[in-house]
């Protein structure tokens, strides 16, 4: 599992991640839930949907 999420790519995806949490534990929603999946993505520097659109958002160092 190769890296392709950069880090301004992964800072967004965490921070939008734990807003979408929170928001769904402030307003008692299941849908809070899906934060997990870019606080995930970013957690984990890939993402599956990246994978077969072979998109890449690290430089090229990384």
């Given at each position: 599992?190769?890296?392709?999420?950069?880090s301004?790519?992964?800072?967004?995806?965490?921070?939008?991640?734990?807003?979408?949490?929170?928001?769904?534990?402030?307003?008692?929603?299941?849908?809070?839930?899906?934060?997990?999946?870019?606080?995930?993505?970013?957690?984990?520097?890939?993402?599956?949907?990246?994978?077969?659109?072979?998109?890449?958002?690290?430089?090229?160092?990384?």
């Amino acid at each position: 599992m190769k890296a392709n999420v950069g880090s301004i790519d992964r800072l967004i995806r965490i921070i939008a991640g734990l807003i979408i949490a929170i928001i769904g534990v402030i307003f008692d929603s299941w849908w809070g839930l899906i934060g997990i999946i870019p606080l995930a993505t970013g957690l984990f520097r890939f993402c599956p949907l990246y994978f077969p659109l072979k998109i890449s958002t690290t430089e090229k160092d990384e």
